[in-house]
């Protein structure tokens, strides 16, 4: 699928009490991370808040741990960052190149 075409999330899931969940997973090696969102992930959570939860595990492979946040909570960190693909900038920008 293309990136417009996914839905934004992972997983689809409703409890017995008819709650919603729309679950973004990441997952690492590592004992820390910064989470990475595609714009689409990112409008998912922005659109669905309460109802969109970001599954992260940690030291997936040796002894892992499984972090659950709702992503309303996510919406007011103000330190995130975007990160603009290189195949994307450099398209852009090569017709441009300054060598001194």
Excluded: H
Aim: contains cysteine; glycine residues 6%.
């Amino acid at each position: 699928m293309g990136e417009s075409d996914k839905p934004g999330y992972d997983i689809e899931s409703k409890s017995e009490n008819n709650e919603e969940r729309y679950i973004e997973v990441k997952g690492t090696s590592d004992s820390s991370c910064d989470i990475l969102l595609s714009v689409n992930e990112f409008r998912g959570l922005r659109s669905k808040q309460e109802k969109y939860f970001v599954y992260v595990v940690i030291n997936a492979f040796r002894n892992p741990v499984l972090y659950v946040t709702r992503g309303g909570r996510l919406l007011d960190i103000s330190d995130t960052k975007i990160i603009i693909p290189f195949n994307q900038w450099w398209a852009k920008a090569k017709d441009e190149e300054y060598q001194p």
